[in-house]
Nanobody, 115 residues
């Protein structure tokens, strides 16, 4: 059993920064891809950014140039640094990890950006 626990969400004003972290705990063999997704009210869950075990990154268009994903394989932790936040970034952010071809999800952390 693997559990993902996110932390770092909160409420900020537009233009400010916020950092999220997600630690995987449990029966971890080898985590392949880790990623952040988000879901705003009334919208589908969407990819924010993902990072491979070898630290190759991909970003969805909304976060390019503003968000940075990173990971610490020794700690089984993935991070998301979000800068220049806008109200459109408001959503529940979910951590995702792929291990042995199985997807694991965190419980989500709320990010709210206001003017």
């Amino acid at each position: 059993q693997v559990q993902l626990g996110e932390s770092g969400g909160g409420s900020v004003q537009a233009g400010e920064s916020l950092g999220l972290s997600c630690a995987a705990r449990g029966s971890i063999v080898r985590i392949n891809r880790m990623a952040w997704y988000r879901q705003a009210p009334g919208k589908q869950r969407e990819l924010v950014a993902r990072i491979s075990n070898g630290a190759k990154t991909n970003y969805a268009d909304p976060g390019k140039g503003r968000f940075t994903i990173s990971r610490d394989n020794a700690l089984n932790t993935v991070y998301l640094q979000m800068n220049s936040l806008i109200p459109g970034d408001s959503a529940v952010y979910y951590c995702n990890a792929v291990m042995l071809r199985r997807n694991y999800w965190g419980q989500g952390t709320q990010v709210t950006v206001s003017y």
